[in-house]
C-alpha cells in the first residue's frame, strides 16, 4: 500500500526538460545539489517517464548530506560544466537521499555490490527506464586513478553501449535483477504458521562467536574501519543481566566484558566529542583514534539508550557505571541542543525542541572550501595559545594531540584513549569550557534538518529511558514533546475504522513523500511503549498499538513479511518484481527485527498470542545468523534473549502515592531483558487504562488500599508486591 503522498511529490508533478528540479525538495541533500548545472529530477515516475520519452538511460546518484566524499565528487564532477553537458545531453539525472529512501538506496546498493564488489557512497548507478540497474560503482574521480576510471570514462562507455550494444545492457539489467529477486528473503519469513521455540543454546553460542571477532585490546570487533555496533552490544547487555542455566555464567560475564571494553574505548576516545558529547559516524583506525566526522541522530539515539542501559546493569569496574552515566547525559544534552527543531524546522522552542534533525555534517566549509572535520581539530600549538604554557601541553599529551597531525597535517581530533584520573581529570575540568567556547567560534558543519519518522522513535525511546534511570525528568519531557511531533506531523489516522499511516519524513513542520518503511513502524512503536512505561500516558499506548496494527496491515501479506509495501515500481522492477525483507542490521536494527521486538513487547502488554506467534516467526531467521553472523544479527538476538527471559511484565497498580513511584523507578532501573511496564492511572483497576492496556486488566490497589506491582509472565502473575525491597526481592527471583 503506498504512503498518503506518492514519492515524486504527486502524479501531476512536472519538471522544466532543461532545468535542475531540486530546488524545492525537503532533502537538505537535495538542496545542496540544486545549484549543480546537472539537470538533476528527484526520483519518482515523473523522471523515468523522461527517460523512456528520450530514450535515454538513468543516471542514479545516491548519497546523503553528512557524507564526505559525495561533496568531493559534487565539487569535481557535478560542478564541472563539461560533465553536467555530457551528462544532460545523454542522461537522465536523478539525485537521491539514502535517508529520505532507504528502500530505493537498499535495491541499487546489491546491484552496486554484485556488479563493482564494492559499495559506498556517493554511489552511481545506470539504469534503464523502467528501473532496472546495468551498470554500477561509487566514487568516480575527475581523472583516472589506478584501478578506477575516471568519471567521464564512464559515461562516456556507457553511453556507447546503450548506442551500440543495447541488446547487451538490457540482458545483463535482466540477469542481474533475477540476480537480486533471487537473494530477497521475502519469503524465507513464513508468518502463517505456529512459531518454533527459540532455541536456548543460540545466545550462548552467538556470545562465544562475538568474542572470537572482539578486538580485546581497543575495544569493537572487526579490523578499521570500526563502527559503533550498538546492537549487539545490546545483546550482551541483556545476555549479562540474565546469567541462567542456559546461558552459564561464563558467557553472562564474557557479554558483560565485551560490552564493557567496546562502551569504555568508544567514550574514551576521538569518536566521542570530548567537548560537547555525541558520537561520529565510524572510525577509520582501530583504536578510535579518526572519527568520520559526520554525527548521526539514529547513531547516537542508539548509543544513548546502550549507555543507559549499561548503567541499569550496574557497569565494570573497567567501566564504571558512573561513568557511563556522564557519557550518556553528555550525549542527551548534545542531541537536543545540536539536533533540536523547533515546529517549522528551526532551532528549538524555550520548551525545549519538538523534533530531531538527521545529522551533522562531516565537512566544515572554510572559505569555501570543504574540509573534513575542521571544526574538531587540535593543534598542540592552538592548545598552548588558548590554555597557557603548563595547561597547553599537559592537555595536548592528554589528548594526544602532537605535532604530526592525524587527520591533516598538523590537525588532530581530542583523543584520550584512556580514563583520565587525578589531576589529569582536574585538568581536562578547567580546559574543556574554554575549547569548546573556542570551537565554537569556528566555521560549524552544517545540518540536516530533515526529520526521519524511525530515527525520532529511537530516540524518544532513548530519552525517555535515560530520564528515568539518569534521575533526569527534563529528558523524558523531551521524548514527550518529540513523540507528540510525530503524532501531529508524522502519523496520518485511519478513516472509517481504517488503519493509520505514517509518513517517513518531514520537512519544516510539513510530512511529505513516502509512507513509512518497516523500520520507521518498528522504530517509533518502541519508542512510544519505552515512553508509556515511563510516563505511565496511555495516549502513547494507544498510538503505539495503532502503529503495530498498521504495520500488519501494511508490511504483513500472503504470509510473509517485506520491508516495504510497493512505494515505487522502479524499485519493484530492479529487485526482479519479488518483495524484499533484509534481516541483517546495518547502522539501525532491521526493520524484521525491530518489528519482532516490538511485537514481543507489544504482546506481553496486550496478551495477543497472534501478535506473539508473528515475533516468534520472524526469530526463525535467527538460528543460520546466531553462530555464523552475528554481527549483523544483534537486534534479533537481543529480542531472542527478552523472549526467553519472558519478558517479564510488570502491573503498577493503586494510588498515585510516593510508595507507587518509588517501586516504578524501581522497575525502570531493573536490567530484566525487555520487561515491560504497565502503569495505572489513580489506581482505578476499571478505568479507561485498564481498557487501554490488557496487562493492567483486574489489577488495582492492594487490601489496605495502597499501591502494588504485579509481576507476570504470559499474562500469569505472581503475588503482589507492595514495597520496593519485596519488588526488588521478586525482579531477582524471575530472572533467575
Not at 261 to 266: D, E, G, K, N, Q
Request: proline share 7%.
Amino acid at each position: 500500500m503506498p504512503g498518503p503522498e506518492p514519492a515524486d511529490g504527486g502524479p501531476s508533478r512536472t519538471f522544466p526538460e532543461a532545468a535542475n528540479a531540486l530546488g524545492g525538495e525537503p532533502s537538505a541533500y537535495l538542496r545542496q545539489h540544486a545549484g549543480n548545472p546537472v539537470h538533476w529530477r528527484p526520483f519518482g515516475d515523473e523522471a523515468f517517464a523522461f527517460a523512456a520519452a528520450r530514450d535515454v538511460p538513468v543516471f542514479l546518484s545516491i548519497g546523503y548530506a553528512a557524507c564526505h566524499w559525495c561533496h568531493v565528487m559534487a565539487h569535481e564532477s557535478f560542478e564541472d560544466p563539461a560533465t553536467a553537458e555530457f551528462l544532460n545531453a545523454n542522461f537522465v539525472a536523478i539525485k537521491v537521499d539514502r535517508e529520505e529512501r532507504p528502500d530505493v538506496d537498499a535495491v541499487y546498493m546489491a546491484a552496486t555490490q554484485a556488479i563493482s564488489g564494492e559499495g559506498g557512497w556517493p554511489m552511481s548507478v545506470f539504469l534503464l527506464p523502467d528501473g532496472r540497474a546495468f551498470h554500477a560503482g561509487t566514487y568516480y574521480p575527475p581523472r583516472p586513478m589506478p584501478g578506477r576510471p575516471s568519471f567521464g570514462q564512464v559515461l562516456e562507455a556507457v553511453r556507447e553501449a546503450w548506442r551500440e550494444r543495447r541488446g547487451a545492457v538490457e540482458a545483463n539489467a535482466a540477469t542481474l535483477a533475477r540476480g537480486i529477486a533471487g537473494s530477497q528473503l521475502g519469503s524465507a519469513v513464513r508468518l502463517d504458521g505456529p512459531p518454533g521455540p527459540v532455541d536456548a543454546a543460540l545466545l550462548p553460542e552467538a556470545v562465544r562467536a562475538l568474542a572470537r571477532s572482539e578486538d580485546p585490546e581497543d575495544g569493537g570487533f572487526g579490523a578499521a574501519p570500526k563502527f559503533p555496533p550498538s546492537a549487539v552490544l545490546e545483546f550482551l547487555i541483556r545476555h549479562a543481566a540474565v546469567p541462567s542455566a542456559a546461558a552459564g555464567p561464563d558467557t553472562a560475564a564474557a557479554a558483560r566484558d565485551m560490552a564493557g571494553r567496546t562502551l569504555a574505548a568508544m567514550s574514551r576516545s576521538a569518536l566521542f566529542d570530548q567537548l560537547d558529547g555525541g558520537f561520529a559516524r565510524y572510525s577509520v583506525t582501530r583504536d578510535w583514534s579518526v572519527p568520520h566526522f559526520e554525527k548521526m541522530l539514529y547513531d547516537n539515539a542508539q548509543l544513548l539508550r546502550v549507555y543507559v542501559h549499561w548503567v541499569r546493569l550496574g557497569g565494570t569496574a573497567h567501566f564504571p557505571a558512573a561513568e557511563a552515566a556522564e557519557v550518556a547525559s553528555r550525549t542527551a544534552d548534545w542531541i537536543l541542543s545540536s539536533l533540536g527543531l523547533g515546529a517549522a524546522g528551526g532551532a528549538g522552542p524555550e520548551g525545549g525542541p519538538e523534533a530531531l534533525a538527521s545529522s551533522l555534517d562531516a565537512d566544515t566549509v572554510v572559505e569555501g572550501v570543504h574540509s573534513e572535520g575542521a571544526s574538531y581539530l587540535w593543534t598542540a600549538a592552538e592548545l598552548a595559545g588558548l590554555l597557557g604554557p603548563a595547561d597547553g601541553p599537559a592537555v595536548a599529551e592528554l589528548m594526544n594531540v602532537h605535532a604530526r597531525g592525524t587527520v591533516s597535517a598538523d590537525g588532530s581530533p581530542l583523543h584520550p584513549g584512556r580514563a583520565a584520573g587525578g589531576g589529569e581529570a582536574a585538568l581536562w575540568q578547567r580546559a574543556r569550557p574554554l575549547l569548546l567556547a573556542a570551537r565554537n567560534r569556528r566555521p560549524q558543519p552544517a545540518r540536516d534538518d530533515k526529520v526521519v519518522a524511525g530515527w525520532n522513535g529511537l530516540a524518544v525511546a532513548a530519552l525517555a529511558e535515560a530520564g528515568a534511570v539518569l534521575g533526569r525528568p527534563e529528558l523524558a519531557g523531551a521524548a514527550e514533546r518529540i513523540a507528540a511531533y510525530l503524532a501531529r506531523v508524522h502519523w496520518k489516522a485511519g478513516s472509517g475504522g481504517g488503519p493509520g499511516t505514517l509518513v517517513r519524513v518531514s520537512h519544516a513542520g510539513a510530512a511529505r513523500g513516502i509512507g513509512g518503511l518497516l523500520e520507521d513502524y518498528a522504530f517509533c512503536a518502541e519508542g512510544l511503549l519505552a515512553l508509556y512505561a515511563v510516563s505511565g500516558r496511555t495516549r502513547w499506548y494507544r498510538l503505539a498499538d495503532a502503529m503495530v496494527q498498521a504495520a500488519c496491515t501494511r508490511f504483513v501479506a500472503d504470509g510473509a513479511l517485506t520491508d516495504t509495501a510497493g512505494e515505487s515500481e522502479q524499485v519493484f522492477n530492479a529487485q526482479g518484481r519479488r518483495a524484499a525483507l533484509d534481516p541483517f542490521d546495518g547502522a539501525t536494527p532491521s526493520g524484521a527485527a525491530a518489528f519482532a521486538g516490538v511485537l514481543l513487547s507489544y504482546s506481553a502488554l496486550s496478551g495477543s498470542s497472534q501478535h506473539r506467534a508473528l515475533a516468534g516467526n520472524i526469530l526463525s531467521l535467527l538460528p543460520p545468523l546466531a553462530t555464523r553472523a552475528p554481527r549483523v544479527a544483534g537486534w534479533l538476538l537481543a529480542t531472542a534473549q527478552a523472549g526467553l527471559a519472558g519478558p517479564v511484565e510488570a502491573a503498577v497498580a493503586g494510588p498515585d502515592t510516593p510508595e507507587r513511584a518509588a517501586m516504578h523507578r524501581e522497575l525502570l532501573r531493573s536490567p530484566s531483558p525487555g520487561l515491560v511496564i504497565a502503569v495505572q492511572d489513580g489506581g482505578d483497576a476499571g478505568g479507561e487504562d485498564a481498557a487501554a492496556v490488557p496487562l493492567l486488566h483486574g489489577r488495582g490497589a492492594g487490601p489496605d488500599g495502597g499501591p502494588q506491582v504485579f509481576l507476570c509472565r504470559g499474562m500469569v502473575c505472581d503475588r503482589p508486591a507492595g514495597s520496593v525491597e519485596g519488588l526488588r526481592e521478586r525482579l531477582a527471583a524471575m530472572s533467575r
